[in-house]
Structures are given as C-alpha cells and as structure tokens.
C-alpha cells in the first residue's frame, strides 16, 4: 500500500493531465484529477484484494491514456 501511494499517485495525476489536456478543461482539472485517482484507487484495491499474487500492483496502464486523450478532446471540440 504504502509503495502504491508513493510511487502511483504521482503517475495517476501526470496521467490525468495527459488525458485533459485541452484548454477548455483547466477550470475544472483539479477536480478532474481527483476523480482519475479515485478511480485508480478503487482499481487498485480491487485488483489487489482479487489477486492470488501477494505482491500485485494493480497499476493502470499508459496504453489506453493516448485513447482517453483523443477522446475527450473530440468530446469538447463536438460539443463548442
């Protein structure tokens, strides 16, 4: 737990100014990043308790965060 905090949480909020990085999204990016960690946690504990390893890290990857990126940007680009 106390490696996940220290070493994640760091990358869960580089992560999270990946995938809002449009302009539009700075009034609201800390409360954005809030909710990446909170669902970075609940993925963590929830790989953590379900795993039959005892070292597991249920860290989220980075292969999806261009996807996420490109998605939410076209979301705000639609919707101006």
Do not use: W
């Not at 954005?32 to 963590?44: E, P, R, T, Y």
């Amino acid at each position: 737990g106390l490696i996940n905090g220290v070493v994640l949480v760091p990358v869960m909020i580089g992560f999270a100014q990946i995938i809002f990085r449009d302009p539009f999204f700075e009034p609201k990016r800390p409360l954005l990043v809030k909710a990446v960690l909170f669902s970075c946690v609940v993925h963590q504990t929830a790989f953590g308790l379900m795993s039959t390893l005892p070292f597991a890290v249920g860290q989220v990857q980075d292969a999806g965060l261009i996807f996420l990126s490109a998605m939410a940007t076209s979301v705000v680009s639609i919707c101006k």
